[in-house]
Structures are given as C-alpha cells and as structure tokens.
C-alpha cells in the first residue's frame, strides 16, 4: 500500500529534485509516510505512534498533500493520540523553540522528527530520507537557529543531544574539547547506510 508514497519519494531521489519549499516539504513528509506505514503493516506501531502526529494531523497531511492515496491503511481510526516521553518532549521543545514562527509546517515536522529520533538509526534514515543532505536542508528550511548553531558538521542527534544537556548546565563529554575526544567518530563520523525508502522499494519488488 505504500508503494505510491515510496514511489514519489523515489522520483525525486532520481533526480527530479524539489524546487520549492512545499514540493520539498511534501517529499519529507512522503519519506516519512511511507516508514510509518512499514511500521504500521508489520505491526510494529499505529501511525500515530509512528509519526508523533495525532489523528487530525495525519488526517489533514494525507488529504492536502497526498489527497488520492486511501486513508484506511494508516487505520486512523483503531489508533490512540500519540503520548511522547519525557525525553521525546525535550527535544520536542527544543525544534519547537527554533521553530518557524507562525509556520504550521514546522511545529508539525517537530513532533515527527522528535518522534522519528526515538529510533535507533541515524535520523535521516529514521525520517526514510535519501541522505543526510537532506535532513539538513529540512532542519536549515524549519529550525534555521537550531540548525545554524551546528558549525562543526556535528551528526544532527549528537547534536541535539548537546543542545538539550547544554540548556541544563551539563556536558555529555569529559573531554575538554572534541579535538581530543578519544570517540570522536561517534559525533562526527561518516552517516552512512541503505535509506529506508530503498529496502520498502526492495520489498515491493519481492512481492
């Protein structure tokens, strides 16, 4: 059921690249979909869970930017809101105060990348992106303060991460600098690996 989302996130992969900021926010969100409902058909998550977006939310992206595509196999509604932890809420805050003013787009890519940060990858593969370029680009579009502060190229949890511990007076290194940190590959390493996009289009073609 995910092939048509999978199928436009892989036309823009392909070189039909976005030329304005909803063609590229609608490719996200598209990357994003197409996860959640991978997770959602293998049992893993609702798409509530999946996304960090309630009900109405997913309602309103699916039928303004993806109005052809069937509501029902998301199941919206056999599912609850979605309840963010205590560490999922801080970071939420954190991407909300950097946020767009104003801008609805960004308060809701706040909830899904908090969210998609929970898993265990890195977070342009959380988020079902092509690239790391990518989630930089969607950061620089929607957090531009936020996103502006990571001058060293740091990888973008890390990063967060040492935002949050900043704001409460910690560090999450002892090492008086990165320069001689004896892991410093683990923040500022190559962020590489198959998107998830391509094992979805993978699984299609096995079908």
């Not at 029902?72 to 105060?97: C, N, S, T």
């Not at 998609?116 to 950061?139: I, V």
């Amino acid at each position: 059921m995910g092939q048509n989302i999978a199928h436009h996130c892989g036309c823009l992969c392909a070189g039909q690249s976005p030329r304005f900021k909803l063609e590229f926010d609608q490719h996200v969100l598209a990357c994003v979909l197409s996860c959640a409902l991978e997770e959602v058909e293998a049992g893993e998550a609702t798409a509530t869970e999946a996304t960090g977006l309630s009900r109405a939310e997913l309602r309103d992206v699916l039928a303004s930017s993806f109005p052809t595509f069937p509501f029902k196999a998301f199941a919206l509604e056999e599912m609850g809101e979605p309840e963010p932890d205590p560490e999922e809420e801080l970071l939420r805050e954190l991407l909300l105060a950097h946020a767009l003013p104003g801008d609805p787009a960004s308060a809701r890519f706040a909830k899904i990348i908090a969210r998609r940060a929970m898993r265990n990858d890195h977070l342009w593969q959380d988020l079902g992106l092509f690239n790391r370029t990518e989630l930089s680009r969607l950061l620089a579009m929607h957090f531009p303060t936020l996103a502006a502060g990571n001058t060293q190229n740091m990888k973008w949890k890390k990063y967060f991460y040492r935002k949050l511990c900043e704001a409460e007076g910690f560090s999450l290194c002892t090492a008086p600098s990165c320069r001689e940190c004896n892991d410093l590959a683990g923040c500022f390493g190559p962020e590489e690996g198959e998107n998830r996009l391509a094992r979805i289009k993978n699984g299609f073609a096995l079908d």
